[in-house]
Every structure is written in C-alpha cells, then in structure tokens.
C-alpha cells in the first residue's frame, strides 16, 4: 500500500483527520494526510510539517522506537518546548512517556499540542519502525471514541 493509502483508510474509518509521519534528515515530518469528515475536525497537517514532535502523539512514537542515544541527539535540536500547559517539558517526564508508549506501542496526547484536539498514533509495520499513523480529532469525540480509534488504526497499520 502506498502511505496516501494509509492515511486515507484511517480518515474513511475513523472519519478524523489521518496522516502518516517519518523520519526525514533527523527530523519528523508528516509525509502525507487525509482529511477526516466529521462535521468538526482538526485541521489537516501539510505535508512536510516538522517541530514540537515531542508534543505530538506520532512524533513521541517515532522517537519511542529509537535508542535513547538517538533521542538525546534529536532533543539538543528540538528542546521540549511547552505549546500548551500540557505539554511534556521536562526530560524525566518525557522519558517516562516514551516508557510509556514502549508498553503498548500506542501513543496518545490529550492537548499537548493545541488545546481542544488530541490525537494517537501507532507504527505501520513491525516495532520499530521509520514510519506511523496517526490521527486528531476533537478532545471530546477523541475521549468518547478512543478505544475503537486504536483498533481500527491497529488493523490498517498492520501493526
């Protein structure tokens, strides 16, 4: 399946805005999305978005899949800036998320991003993986249908 595949079984199943996010030169970036078609829905994410992975439920996947070397390395670049006051920002508070996140291989944020939107994420493929899929939604409608939003991703994900 091609990575526009993806992110539009995810929106189509979902009906949430998708995308599927990589690695790129050391950086996190989305490389393709779909826009869900729920009546109120995040906004879609450009491709070639980039920044504040850590605060992005695809980003701290990606960076739960590589060696704490690496995450070192892509921290110095990319400190944990707050974007809301939920965001992580501390290093010991990161590090037990991306433990977190290596339980289940299913990462969420709840608006550490942007307030009123929160969002999940799952590799597509075998652990580990380059690549993930991930959807936002609003809070609300993200809280009321968390649940079946990870089956369904798990299914199309392959993972």
Known sequence: ASLGTFAERASAMTGETAYVVGWSDDDIVVLVSARGSAAIQAAEVARGTAGDAHARASGKLLLAMVSDNEVDRYLVSHPLTPRTQNTIVTRAA??????????????????????????????????????????????????????????????????
């Open 94 to 159: 990161f590090d037990a998320e991306l433990d977190r996140i290596r339980a289940t291989w299913v990462s969420t944020e709840i608006q550490e991003y942007a307030l009123g939107l929160s969002c999940m994420a799952v590799p597509i493929g075998k652990v580990p993986s380059q690549i993930v899929l991930g959807i936002s939604a609003p809070s609300d409608r993200f809280s009321a249908n968390k649940d079946e939003y990870i089956e369904m991703l798990k299914v199309i994900a392959g993972s």
